[in-house]
């Protein structure tokens, strides 16, 4: 963390000059966001307009929440497939190693082939 505080403090102009069109863009979205706002105001929105809102949110949560667990998933099974056993058939050209971390907690890693 503390690296992190010195490194912040030798920005370069570039750095500076990210950082203040990063602001004005921001502040740029605001006050457009805030015009559109008011200029909507008694405008009424259509049943389906409500309806293709929600089917939006449910569409981008269901792709959302399915990428995320394809990622978790794959994850899981790059896991098992490093912490599984030799077979007895290929045991000669299998080596295994444990692998731990500080806190005690080991996994068997399997290297086939060389």
């Known amino acids: ?5 010195v490194d912040a403090r ?3 102009i570039g750095g500076y ?9 921001l502040a740029g979205v605001i006050v457009f966001g805030g015009l559109a706002w008011s200029l909507g105001e008694g405008t009424d929105v259509p049943a389906f307009g409500y309806v293709a809102m929600a ?6 949560l269901v792709l959302g929440i399915g990428l995320m667990a394809l990622r978790f998933a794959a994850a899981a099974l790059d896991t098992m497939s490093r912490t599984r056993s030799c077979h007895p058939t290929t045991a000669s050209i299998c080596r295994k190693t444990r692998i731990c971390n500080s806190s005690s907690n080991c996994l068997l890693r399997v290297h086939n082939g060389n």
């Open 17 to 25: 000059l990210l950082i203040g069109s990063l602001i004005s863009l």
């Open 55 to 60: 089917a939006g949110v449910l569409f981008s």
């Open 10 to 12: 030798k920005l370069s």
């Open 1 to 5: 963390m503390r690296e992190m505080a």
